[in-house]
């Protein structure tokens, strides 16, 4: 079965500070990996996702996720972190193929605290 | 929360109730999805649905029941048998085409159980 794991349930950074949060997955087969996220009380955004291609992959709001297959990890990224980033990030990865529906599994999340 | 909707946005449910929780699309996507959320758990998947009239068991699909009747619509009924319904619910939506398209979330239902 496919997994996701966010090592840190938080991650503190100073705003202009380059920002990382780290996510590495579990799956049999080519993997599909995204990431969301959630402001509280809000249903989660879209921010990238990783299908094929090129390693680094560019998102909304400036973030960016680098691939790497040997570390089986796909760790979010923004070189310039905006007191507005704070919020809870979610990694997912698709998990064995259903159809037409795009069944994900998530992690637990990691909170982002910036800070001025 | 782009085009989906739920409601309502906050409920309360009496232990022995069975409750409905709405989802409606207007992103005329066909698989349709329902999360549970509690601290520190992430996300997991209750039920999703393909297309009208079909839909799947998740990870967590005990004590739930969902339909899909219309292609907008994919309500969700958490019944007495769910023994911790207290979480924050929240619906996804995905077009079709391709199995690795990304989900649309709804706002979310905060379901408390008093």
């Known amino acids: 079965a496919q997994s996701v794991a966010q090592p840190e349930d938080q991650v503190n950074v100073a705003e202009g500070n380059p920002l990382t949060v780290k996510c590495t997955y579990s799956?049999?087969?080519?993997?599909?990996l995204f990431w969301y996220v959630q402001y509280p009380n809000r249903g989660l955004q879209f921010l990238l996702k990783?299908?094929?291609?090129?390693?680094l992959v560019k998102g909304s709001y400036g973030f960016e996720a680098e691939f790497n297959k040997s570390q089986t990890s796909f760790h979010l990224k923004k070189p310039s972190a905006l007191v507005s980033d704070s919020a809870l990030y979610f990694c997912?990865?698709?998990?064995?193929?259903?159809?037409?529906?795009?069944?994900?599994?998530f992690g637990t999340g990691t909170r982002l605290q910036v800070t001025l | 929360d782009g085009g989906i909707t739920q409601s309502p946005k906050y409920l309360f449910r009496k232990e022995g109730q069975n409750v409905t929780l709405s989802c409606e699309q207007n992103l005329n996507h066909d698989a349709m999805y329902w999360y549970r959320q509690d601290p520190g758990q992430g996300l997991r998947l209750i039920y999703y649905?393909?297309?009208?009239?079909?839909?799947q068991k998740g990870d967590i699909a005990e004590g739930y029941s969902v339909s899909r009747e219309k292609k907008e619509s994919f309500p969700l009924t958490v019944t007495s048998a769910q023994k911790n319904p207290t979480a924050f619910y929240l619906c996804a939506s995905s077009s079709s085409g391709s199995s690795y398209n990304e989900q649309f979330f709804g706002p979310g239902t905060r379901l408390t159980v008093l």
């Open positions: 649905s393909q297309i009208v009239n079909d839909f």
């Open positions: 997912a990865v698709r998990g064995p193929y259903t159809g037409t529906a795009s069944k994900l599994t």
């Open positions: 990783y299908i094929t291609g090129d390693n």
């Open positions: 799956v049999s087969g080519n993997p599909y």
